[in-house]
């Protein structure tokens, strides 16, 4: 078997992100947010004095590095990976805005992530890979319409709701048994496809030989009447 592309996303499914700008938030403003108040998306417009998401945002960015930088990692986020790595290929798909990417990039390296191809792009169906794992609503809503032939699994999340064609996924274990499952299906429809071209090989084969006997036996004439002047 070749190894299936997966498609991991980093915010909300490898990187905690509302644990990361809670933290700082708390420590700027005095304030006593919880993580576990989270459960919408753009909660920053929700739980903070920030009137929109381009405050935020203009905020996260502040400072020696932004808030991209020392985002905590989920348990067994980067464990899994590393054994997913082993026999698949790890695509990081996140979106991301310009201002974050070296400090995201910095923070997949400290953190280890195995990751050997990274896009940073909005449009996430764009990027080609076999499984995705995401929590952004768009995002599922995105992969599941224009990636049919693809796994497409919600990280189960607060802020984010069964989508039809989208597989749940609960934690990085139960993601791990998934791939696991689509590895061995793709293992049998490769050995399926091994076996059928072996049928039509020996199809082929038996029809070159029967070819073969045709030239060396000439056709029998046809006793049809005397021979042509
Ligand atoms: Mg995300």
Redesign the pocket.
């Known amino acids: 078997m070749s190894g299936l592309r997966l498609g991991v ?5 490898v990187a905690d ?1 509302n644990s990361g700008w809670i933290a700082r938030y708390n420590r700027d403003f005095g304030a006593a947010l919880d993580p576990a108040m989270v459960t919408t998306w753009n909660s920053p417009t929700v739980l903070t004095h920030f009137r929109d998401m381009g405050e935020f945002w203009a905020w996260a960015r502040q400072g020696p590095a932004s808030v991209f930088r020392d985002l905590p990692v989920y348990p067994e986020a980067v464990a899994t990976l590393e054994r997913l790595a082993v026999d698949h290929r790890v695509v990081v798909v ?2 991301n805005h310009e201002w974050a990417i070296c400090d995201t990039l910095a923070w997949l390296g400290e953190q280890r992530v195995p990751a050997p191809e990274v896009h940073f792009v909005w449009d996430k169906p764009t990027v080609d890979c076999d499984v995705y794992l ?3 609503p768009h ?1 599922l809503e995105a992969l599941a319409a224009r990636r049919p032939e693809a796994v497409v699994c919600r990280m189960v999340q607060p802020w984010n709701a069964p989508l039809p064609g989208v597989r749940d996924v609960g934690s990085w274990v139960e993601f791990a048994a998934l791939v696991a499952d689509l590895a061995g299906q793709a293992s049998q429809a490769d050995l399926d496809g091994q076996a059928s071209q072996a049928d039509l090989d020996g199809q082929a084969s038996q029809a070159d030989l029967d070819g073969q006997a045709s030239q060396a036996a000439p056709p029998a004439r046809s006793h049809n009447g005397s021979p042509r002047r």
């Open positions: 996303d980093l915010d909300g499914v992100f996140s979106s995401d929590d952004a995002n």
